[in-house]
């Protein structure tokens, strides 16, 4: 096996360690849902054990994340398509959506737990955003306003109000984010063409 090849398989077992701790699992919880036992799963963590595709697999199915993320695989494609998700050092993740540049932007952002008294870092830019909270609750800042949307609730605004995003203590949270340029807005429809 190349070194290059060698130094990327030894990366995924701190990956797997992360991605387990942060979803709070143990390893025999972890075993159960993916037919790994527990002590292959140790030692995949540990680096005692170079992962196989038969045992990636079902760990990104788990985690729901791609088999590029898992392992880290070098990119290939042009960085302004590329779909696959993008990890911050904030332990958040941001998974673009759509392929095609200007227009309206798609991206999913899983945010890890936050902290309630945190002081948020607004931002303004140009833009339109539209949020729809998937799981969880987020937390958005938006002006002098503090807001607390729930599963199933969203937000549009304009982006030059100076904003933030984050979860809660209560735990991690998913949205939605629609973003594009100023002037450009998500259309809700509330009426049938029959009506």
Not at 20 to 32: C, H
Not at 81 to 87: K, N
Not at 132 to 157: K, M, P, Q, S
């Amino acid at each position: 096996m190349d070194e290059p090849a060698s130094q990327t398989l030894e990366t995924v077992g701190p990956r797997l360690k992360h991605l387990r701790l942060r979803r709070d699992v143990t390893l025999t919880s972890l075993a159960a849902e993916t037919g790994i036992s527990a002590s292959t799963l140790s030692r995949l963590e540990v680096g005692l054990r170079r992962p196989t595709l038969e045992q990636l697999l079902p760990l990104a199915r788990y985690y729901g994340v791609t088999l590029d993320s898992l392992v880290d695989a070098p990119r290939t494609a042009n960085p302004r398509v590329d779909l696959r998700p993008m990890s911050c050092t904030d332990g958040s993740i941001i998974i673009p959506l759509t392929r095609r540049p200007g227009g309206i932007q798609a991206f999913k952002f899983v945010l890890p737990a936050g902290n309630d008294d945190a002081v948020p870092a607004l931002r303004s830019h140009e833009g339109y955003d539209w949020a729809y909270v998937l799981n969880g609750t987020l937390r958005l800042v938006l002006g002098d306003h503090d807001f607390i949307l729930h599963a199933g609730e969203a937000a549009e605004f304009d982006t030059r109000t100076p904003h933030w995003f984050g979860a809660t203590s209560a735990g991690p949270v998913e949205y939605l984010s629609l973003v594009g340029r100023q002037g450009q807005r998500a259309h809700v429809r509330t009426t049938t063409d029959d009506q």
